[in-house]
């Protein structure tokens, strides 16, 4: 269902015709947008939007782990992977010790591989992905579910 909500509609429909790159890049756009809300919610106070924010970033590194692929992604995908366990433990320490410093260290990181990805050419094919990073599942229904998860976190 797409959001009455413009921008959020944008964003949904971003997704539909997304390759495998673009939707890492969103992904990326989508854990530093929640990175960003968590470092604020954290100056400010409210602990349910921090939680909750970084919940998300949780979400999404889970959803970025979900689509490495090891078997052609070797030694890239292994230390994306090893990255995204990293990322994950710095942010469950960033929560309970309600550290800004560790919220920034994580933009930091991920804003150098969102533009890292960036740069990646959009058009490869998709036995051609690079790092290792699966395109989602090919039959229709799957693609349609997965995207549609991403719409909910994005």
Do not use: C
């Not at 995204?84 to 150098?112: N, T």
């Amino acid at each position: 269902m797409i959001s009455p909500h413009p921008a959020r509609a944008y964003q949904q429909n971003a997704t539909y015709g997304a390759s495998p790159v673009e939707l890492v890049v969103l992904l990326y756009d989508a854990a530093l947008r929640s990175l960003h809300r968590a470092a604020l919610a954290l100056e400010a106070g409210h602990i349910e939007q921090r939680t909750r924010a970084l919940n998300h970033v949780l979400e999404v590194i889970g959803e970025l782990q979900s689509a490495l692929d090891f078997a052609r992604g070797g030694e890239v995908a292994q230390n994306l992977n090893r990255f995204y366990d990293l990322a994950r433990q710095q942010i469950l320490e960033a929560g309970a010790q309600k550290s800004k410093p560790l919220i920034e260290g994580l933009i930091a990181q991920f804003s150098g591989l969102r533009q890292a990805w960036g740069q990646v050419p959009r058009t490869l094919p998709a036995e051609t992905t690079p790092a290792g990073v699966s395109a989602p599942a090919s039959p229709p229904q799957s693609q349609k579910v997965r995207r549609a998860t991403l719409h909910e976190r994005v």
